[in-house]
């Protein structure tokens, strides 16, 4: 299957609202989950990055994710909407296979439920909390859906650093996610052993 370029930020397609999918059991769509798997398998593998792809970034403006974890079966959400999310939110360090540049740290609820469909059509729910931080991660894809980027959640222009600094201090050694933007103050800048 093809790897598809992946539209950068700046691309006007990234800003728009992605269309329903009727019918999750068509060829297209099967087409376009094989080509998200590709592209995100090809992403991860050159560098190091990347757990999940939305349509949009493929320039398909339809509402369509693929989720894949370490250790896990391949995962593709069509449809999925936030249908619940709880009052407790974190921070936590975001960045996109559509910026791979540059990393900033967000706020997202620390719990949301996620209504999707399968590829067979049937309607599924899902929770997601701080488990392989799959909630923020869902957070993050569904915004592309609605034209949301991770720029536009970003808790403090501070935290905004390159690609190349946030490898340099804060991949391995600082916490992914904290618990308040007090504590962003607190930790940013000063690398932490874990």
């Known amino acids: 299957m093809p790897i598809r370029p992946i539209l950068q930020l700046g691309d006007l397609r990234l800003r728009e609202v992605a269309i329903s999918v009727d019918d999750p059991n068509m060829p297209e769509i099967r087409s376009l989950i094989r ?4 592209t995100l398998a090809h992403w991860r593998a050159t ?19 693929f989720l894949k974890l370490p250790e896990a079966e391949p995962w593709p959400l069509i449809n999925p909407e936030i249908i619940q999310r709880s009052e407790e939110k974190i921070i936590v360090w975001d960045a996109c296979l559509s910026f791979l540049s540059i990393f900033m740290q967000v706020e997202r609820h620390r719990e949301i ?9 049937e309607n599924l729910e899902f929770s997601a909390g701080d488990d392989r931080n799959l909630s923020e991660l869902l957070q993050h894809e569904i915004d592309h859906l609605d034209g949301i980027l991770a ?3 970003i808790v403090d222009m501070k935290t905004l650093c390159t690609r190349e600094e946030f490898e ?8 992914y996610a904290v618990s308040s933007p007090a504590t962003i103050k607190a930790t940013f800048g000063q690398p932490r052993t874990t």
Not at 169 to 175: A, G, I, K, N, Q
């Open 151 to 153: 720029v536009d959640r």
């Open 47 to 65: 560098t190091g990055y990347g757990r999940g792809i939305a349509a949009p970034q493929l320039g398909v403006s339809q509402r369509v994710i």
């Open 113 to 121: 439920t996620v209504r999707y469909q399968n590829l067979q059509g």
């Open 35 to 38: 080509d998200l798997a590709d």
């Open 168 to 175: 340099k201090r804060y991949r391995d050694s600082s916490p």
